[in-house]
Nanobody, 124 residues
């Protein structure tokens, strides 16, 4: 069993930056692929960025490519999402997710563990 706890959300002006962190419990964190998803009011949950167990395979949603960076520190059981040049359309609840597999996936159904979410609000 893995528990995920996100932190780092908040209110920021357009063009600003935030860094989200996701701390995982459990001794097998390094064998899990991880991802960040987001869900805006009235919209479906969507993948933002995903990273394989080793960090060698990373993918991004087109709308955040070049602005967001996902990374992981397996020694600290933590995955990060650095978000720069934020836009109002990035406003959502951001969720950390983990799956019992080494490959990064894009589908919400592929993930077994979820954090409680952290609110990110970008003002115009």
């Amino acid at each position: 069993q893995v528990q995920l706890v996100e932190s780092g959300g908040g209110l920021v002006q357009a063009g600003g930056s935030l860094r989200l962190s996701c701390a995982a419990s459990g001794r097998t964190f390094s064998s899990y692929a991880m991802a960040w998803f987001r869900q805006a009011p009235g919209k479906e949950r969507e993948a933002v960025a995903a990273i394989s167990w080793s960090g060698g395979d990373i993918s991004y949603r087109d709308s955040v490519q070049g602005r967001f960076t996902i990374s992981r520190d397996n020694a600290k059981n933590t995955v990060y999402l650095q978000m720069n040049s934020l836009k109002p359309e990035d406003t959502a609840v951001y969720y950390c997710a983990g799956r019992t597999g080494q490959d990064a996936k894009w589908n919400v159904m592929e993930y077994d563990y979820w954090g409680q979410g952290t609110q990110v609000t970008v003002s115009a």
